[in-house]
């Protein structure tokens, strides 16, 4: 598969007081990244992140807000200032650094963006110039394919405080590099699969993305089955190879207008419903029609991939992860060691508590002798059961890492 250089990549992320994230920033962020840590050091606050940012761009911010139990649940504790995300990113391989700058707080009737803004630098030379600038609704943005200081400036009065401006004039054909960073954030695929929701009998009907808890898994497999077969049968392929005598997937519409999933197993002739099938199979190719989507998502985040799936699995969903990452950009979180062998030092960011509480992370290739061990033909997996990260480790008292190339924590 040949690396797709025209899809969007993160190239960093900076949080600022959303939970235990009082200060954490990711920079030099690869096609996969990898979020290692003990419970409780901050990996699904970090991923729920991206998903808060979906949803804010999908639903509002409002949305998003409320149900994260607003501030006093969502900021920092003893935190003052607003929460603030700040993407680093890039439409495509060779385009400028774009960065999109995000701040919000609770208003007098709820969550207001303070600030918020998009900004570039079109040159080697020069200061960043910021075509969108809003704050509280109130704003002003450059329209053009390649805004910069000499195009038009249009002043802006968005309806509420609360609404996103480039969730807003990003649906402007005006404002064409707004409108990417919108459809960018928008195709945001944050998964918290549930294998029981998979066994759902949902009503038939062809739908082309697997939805976040994976209660229409039945009805992806139909519409791959009728739009695109050979991918469905890509997938069967994989899942042989993975699943001992497995041979195929049905989802077949019922009288009653729902639709069943069934899984044919050699050599039986009959297949079973996908409520009998195990919960690893399940999982699989739950995985497996977001890695193998024809249209994939230009962000998928996994949580915890290892859950239900037997460990020797672990390393060949990873290299199928690395394969979808050529397609999109990936975050996984995991505790798996089976999974971490398949991964590369650089692509591993071990999260740990600080001895204030709060979220740090840091580069596995930036601890001391981590990547010289994996030169010699140590797996990454090892090294972390092995406590050679000395950090991330429950067993080991949290605080920061002994020693990194970058300095002395």
């Known amino acids: 598969m040949t690396t797709n250089h025209s899809i969007p990549r993160i190239e960093s992320l900076r949080v600022q ?39 804010c761009f999908q639903f509002g911010l409002r949305h998003a807000w409320d149900r994260r139990g607003r501030a006093k649940a969502l900021k920092t504790r003893g935190a003052d200032g607003p929460v603030v995300f700040e993407l680093k990113y890039r439409e495509r391989r060779g385009t400028p650094i774009i960065t999109y700058h995000l701040a919000i ?10 600030e918020e803004w998009l900004q570039w630098r079109r040159g080697t030379r020069g200061q960043p110039f910021r075509f969108l600038d809003f704050r ?52 945001w695929y ?19 993305r697997l939805s976040k808890g994976g209660e229409n898994l039945p009805n ?4 791959l089955k009728e739009q695109h077969p050979e991918r469905l049968e890509q997938i069967f392929s ?50 497996l029609t977001v890695l193998y989507d024809p249209e994939p998502p230009r962000f998928i985040g996994i949580e915890e991939p290892e859950n239900f799936l037997h460990p020797r699995l672990l390393p060949e969903l990873g290299e199928e992860c690395r394969a979808a990452a ?3 950009q990936l975050l996984i979180t995991t505790h798996s060691p089976f999974l971490l062998n398949a991964m590369r030092a650089d692509e591993v960011r071990v999260l ?15 601890i001391q002798g981590i990547t010289e061990f994996m030169q010699a033909g140590a797996s990454m997996g090892y090294l972390w059961m092995e406590g050679h990260f000395g950090l991330g480790d429950p067993l080991v008292n949290q605080g920061a890492p002994r020693d990194t190339r970058r300095g002395r924590g």
């Not at 998964?191 to 038939?204: H, N, W």
């Not at 409520?275 to 190719?285: I, R, V, W």
């Not at 740990?352 to 930036?366: I, L, S």
């Open 17 to 55: 007081n959303y939970r235990a994230l009082r200060k954490v920033e990711l920079d030099h962020l690869t096609p996969m990244t990898v979020l290692l840590g003990p419970n409780g050091s901050g990996k699904s606050t970090l991923f729920d992140v991206f998903n808060f940012l979906s949803e």
């Open 105 to 114: 707080d609770e208003g007098g009737k709820g969550p207001e963006v303070v």
């Open 136 to 187: 509280k609704g109130v704003g002003r943005a450059v329209s053009g394919e390649l805004p910069d200081a000499e195009d038009q400036r249009k002043d802006t009065r968005l309806r509420s405080p609360d609404l996103i401006a480039a969730n807003t004039l990003g649906q402007l054909a005006e404002h064409p590099r707004v409108a990417a960073l919108r459809e960018f954030i928008t195709d």
């Open 190 to 208: 944050v998964s918290y699969l549930s294998i029981d929701q998979t066994r759902q009998q949902p009503e038939a009907g062809p739908q082309e």
């Open 220 to 223: 992806v497999v139909q519409y």
């Open 238 to 287: 994989v899942l042989r190879e993975r699943i001992p005598r497995l041979e195929r997937v049905d989802a077949e519409p019922m009288p009653d207008g729902r639709l069943l999933l069934q899984i044919k197993d050699a050599p039986f002739e009959t297949p079973v419903l996908s409520k009998f099938a195990s919960d690893g199979t399940m999982k699989m190719l739950a995985y």
């Open 326 to 328: 050529e397609r999109s």
């Open 352 to 366: 740990y508590r600080d001895e204030e509480g709060f979220t740090q992370a840091v580069r596995a290739c930036d």
